[in-house]
């Protein structure tokens, strides 16, 4: 089955600094992957999405790296704020029916 | 835009109880999903209905697991009897297009149920 996985349990960041999740996938053929944010008692948020034909893309404060080759994809969140303060997902697609391979996620605390 | 409603939020049974969850997806929204959360995991997907059909059950526990979307619009998941491990939060996607590899997947605030 897909195996998801990400570098670092959880993160700590102090307010105002740039934030790093990286997200490893195994399944070479997935083409779709989303970043889904997590808040306590809250539903999974998209943040930003990204297809196997890009490598780079960019939202508001939020840019998605994806390197195809070694199976790798990040999410970096500039000038990171208390709200950003949740678990974080990547989510690659496992087949071409929109299904959805979550890993455990990454917490990521912002310190004030 | 209304987003994904789920009810109830919260909901502790006793083992071998039965329970019932509601969704109602985004308006017009083809695809509806239904995933079990467990404490510090990602969601699993249970289900995938493409309007009024199934599309992927295969992880459903179809022995005690079982979810209808009558009309294509709102959906119930209901497991009976319960077990402690189905403890877990229930989350409800809905997606806008049928069949498409790409489409954004919006979550409801899922029902955290508690079974004791």
């Known amino acids: 089955g897909e195996s998801v996985g990400l570098h670092l349990p959880t993160l700590s960041v102090q307010e105002g600094d740039n934030s790093i999740i990286n997200c490893a996938y195994s399944?070479?053929?997935?083409?779709?992957f989303i970043w889904y944010k997590q808040e306590s008692g809250k539903g999974p948020q998209f943040i930003i999405d990204?297809?196997?034909?890009?490598d780079k893309r960019q939202g508001q404060r939020v840019t998605v790296l994806l390197n195809k080759t070694v199976k790798h994809l990040s999410l970096q969140i500039a000038a990171t704020q208390p709200g950003d303060s949740a678990v974080y997902f990547c989510a690659p697609s496992r087949d071409g029916n929109n299904r959805l391979a979550f890993g455990k996620g990454n917490q990521v605390v912002v310190i004030p | 835009e209304a987003g994904v409603a789920q009810s109830p939020r919260y909901k502790i049974i006793e083992k071998r109880q039965s329970v019932a969850f509601w969704c109602n997806p985004i308006s017009g929204h083809a695809t509806l999903y239904w995933y079990q959360q467990i404490l510090g995991q990602g969601p699993k997907l249970l289900i995938q209905?493409?309007?009024?059909?199934?599309?992927?059950d295969s992880q459903l526990p179809k022995d005690r697991f079982s979810a209808e979307r009558l009309k294509g619009v709102d959906s119930t998941l209901k497991i009976q009897p319960a077990k402690l491990e189905d403890s877990a939060v229930y989350l409800c996607?809905?997606?806008?297009?049928?069949?498409?590899?790409?489409?954004?997947?919006?979550f409801g605030p899922g029902t955290r149920l508690t079974v004791l």
């Open positions: 209905f493409q309007n009024n059909g199934v599309v992927d």
């Open positions: 990204i297809r196997s034909n890009m």
């Open positions: 996607a809905s997606s806008l297009l049928a069949g498409v590899d790409t489409d954004t997947q919006y």
């Open positions: 399944n070479s053929a997935s083409d779709y």
